[in-house]
């Protein structure tokens, strides 16, 4: 058995907190884009996931998702309550870390995937329904899918499907299950003819601030170890990041006369979003030309949206499900060995099968995720009601939901 | 000239404003306000502490019309801005000496 080896076990600590942070960074980052009256609610349904989804890992998320293989499908119940899950390092996770570690770090993983989906049915969701749907949700969607493409035995892994930091994981599950939303969930009142104006946009920037900084840990951390590819990941997330907002911006200008501070904050999640998967197995160059792409491909999705008439209040998936598609294909065209020994190289290198399971990884992922959201969202409609009341509309998240006001009175 | 004030519930503003403009109503001013009528306000609850909020946000609507649209503005806005339950609000009529628009110094009429 390798022996623990410190400096990865205090790297993965910080990048497990730095994950963490995410999600009361994007709590506030779709604060800021909701109406005064449901901003608490809005914050509520991100912030709500730390308990509720880290309560589902421990107890049974982390052995579904982890636990040894069965038929490539998920994990099976071993690990459950976090069991022999202990200080001795795991033989495949991160085996420089104690797997306890390895545990939570992807404890943080579960917890933001569910609350980014919140934003597709913003301010009109009731909170208990929403608890039901996003604990059904982590059990019965993220827990398999995270097995398949990252679990020892794992299907789409056994296939040679890459996915470094969560493109399919977290991106594309949370757009897909976010496009099922919108078609279940139906528009917010007034949608099409009233004004729905982000209320503090300040607060989506620091968001966004918060977000990026977390995603240093999401990325960098998913090399498990403090390393050369966790530097190549940090690096790529950066300038992925970076791309993608010039990128918007730059769009942005062109298209519409003024770039905008909304336009920096969007650009930049679509670049670090598209760079997750890729990060740790793409050079500097490679992450600017995919964040370019991210940042073109994002702006393009929700310019359409509004076309279509489908309410995806806060752009999940012409966003992050756009991302998460791009980054994992991207990643079958510059992937490099050169950067990652571990990993395969793209179709830049003259591999044309790595493109190929990529494909394959987007549409299971992407098809799965879809069906089964729509399937849990219309279950959970049919016994509790999803969608608030009038009254509680007209009212606000924060009040109908909450009896709270966020700005006093 | 009458000056129409009308008090509403926050949420019916885009509804009001859209019927007033279908009549040709071409400007208003509106302000955020807090006030308590009839109807009750509601609870609010921090670490458990229940404090009762009486003070409920409205929207305040002032336009000024000539005295021949005053009837039919005032219509508008009560069927727009209606739910049918309590605190959908009031609508007061006042004189109104003259207007003056301060870019032309026109007077009157001509001024609203």
């Known amino acids: 058995m390798i022996p623990i080896d410190r400096a990865d076990t205090a790297f993965i600590l ?33 912030f709500v996931m730390i308990a509720l989804i ?11 998702s982890f636990g040894t293989d069965v038929s490539g499908i998920i994990g099976d119940l071993s690990w459950l309550g976090l069991s ?58 993220y827990n398999p899918v995270c097995h398949w493409v990252w679990a020892s035995g794992g299907w789409l892994r056994n296939l040679g499907v890459q996915d470094f930091a969560g493109g399919l994981v977290v991106h594309l599950s949370c757009g897909a299950a976010a496009l099922a939303a919108t078609l279940v969930v139906s528009p917010r009142k007034g949608y099409g003819n009233e004004n729905f104006v982000p209320h503090n946009l300040p607060m989506t920037l620091l968001g966004t601030g918060l977000l990026w900084f977390g995603w240093f840990g999401f990325n960098g951390g998913s090399a498990l170890a403090a390393d050369d590819i966790a530097g190549s990941a940090f690096a790529a997330t950066h300038l992925g990041g970076m791309a993608g907002m010039a990128t918007w911006l730059a769009i942005e200008w062109i298209h519409r006369g003024k770039p905008t501070t909304l336009g920096a904050a969007s650009g930049a999640v679509a670049g670090l979003a598209t760079i997750t998967p890729a990060s ?14 991210a940042g073109l491909a994002c702006y393009t999705a929700v ?77 959970v409609d049919s016994l509790l009601g999803l969608r608030i009341s009038d009254d509680t509309e007209n009212q606000g998240l924060d009040l109908g939901e909450h009896s709270e006001t966020a700005y006093g009175s | 000239m009458r000056k129409i004030e009308a008090i509403i519930k926050p949420f019916k503003l885009d509804e009001v404003k859209q019927a007033l403009s279908a009549i040709g109503i071409q400007g208003m001013t509106i302000s955020e306000v807090k006030g308590y009528g009839r109807q009750k306000g509601h609870k609010e609850i921090y670490r458990g502490a229940e404090y009762m909020v009486d003070l409920i946000p409205k929207i305040k609507i002032e336009i000024v019309v000539d005295q021949s649209m005053v009837d039919l503005v005032v219509q508008k806005i009560v069927e727009s801005a209606r739910t049918g339950k309590i605190g959908d609000g009031k609508i007061f009529v006042l004189p109104v000496e003259e207007v003056i628009r301060v870019r032309t110094g026109e007077t009157g009429k001509d001024a609203i």
């Open chain 1, 14 to 46: 910080i990048c497990a907190a730095l994950v963490m942070l995410m999600t009361p960074g994007l709590a506030i980052f779709y604060a800021g884009m909701v109406r005064t009256k449901n901003v608490l609610g809005t914050i509520m349904q991100s």
């Open chain 1, 54 to 64: 880290s309560l589902e890992w421990v107890y049974l998320g982390y052995s579904m």
């Open chain 1, 84 to 141: 022999g899950v202990g200080a001795a390092p795991s033989p495949v996770y991160g085996p420089t870390i104690p797997h306890l570690v390895f545990a939570m770090f992807q404890c943080m993983f579960a917890v933001i995937t569910p609350a980014l989906i919140t934003g597709a049915f913003a301010e009109r969701m009731r909170f208990g329904p929403f608890l039901v749907f996003s604990l059904a949700w982590a059990i019965i969607v």
């Open chain 1, 280 to 293: 740790g197995f793409v050079s500097p160059n490679a992450a600017v030309i995919i964040g370019v792409i």
């Open chain 1, 303 to 379: 310019a359409y949206k509004s076309r279509l008439g489908y309410d995806d209040s806060l752009d999940v998936v012409g966003i992050h499900g756009v991302s998460g598609i791009c980054g994992t294909l991207l990643l079958g065209v510059f992937a490099s060995r050169a950067i990652n020994p571990s990993g395969a190289n793209g179709l830049l290198a003259g591999n044309t099968s790595l493109i190929l399971s990529q494909l394959v990884g987007v549409v299971a992922v992407g098809a799965y995720v879809f069906c089964a959201s729509w399937v849990l969202l219309k279950i």
